[in-house]
């Protein structure tokens, strides 16, 4: 058995067994951005992003993708809030964990 996929773990951490079949209506859970980013740590290894703001911007597509919220937002308004700057104290906190890891 090999590591877990990024929809695993989301799913996992919302609770949930399986997507919903229609994320744009009916919702599986809510996450923190927190839970988000270290899911995007533990990921770092299979994802193409080359910074942490790539690797937490495509598990929000994933978690999008599954009818996962965070902070009780639609996850492409989190990541627009993202290129904005208005997480990077959060992501700041992570940065040195991401570029410790191989």
Do not use: C, F
């Amino acid at each position: 058995m090999g590591k877990p996929t990024t929809t695993e773990l989301l799913l996992k951490a919302v609770g949930a067994s399986e997507p919903t079949g229609d994320p744009a209506h009916k919702k599986l859970g809510d996450l923190p951005l927190e839970k988000v980013v270290e899911i995007a740590l533990q990921k770092k290894q299979d994802l193409l992003a080359r910074s942490l703001k790539a690797a937490v911007k495509t598990v929000l597509g994933s978690a999008r993708s599954l009818g996962i919220t965070v902070n009780g937002k639609d996850p492409k308004e989190v990541s627009r809030e993202i290129e904005q700057g208005l997480h990077d104290e959060l992501l700041r906190k992570y940065e040195e964990q991401w570029r410790g890891q191989i």
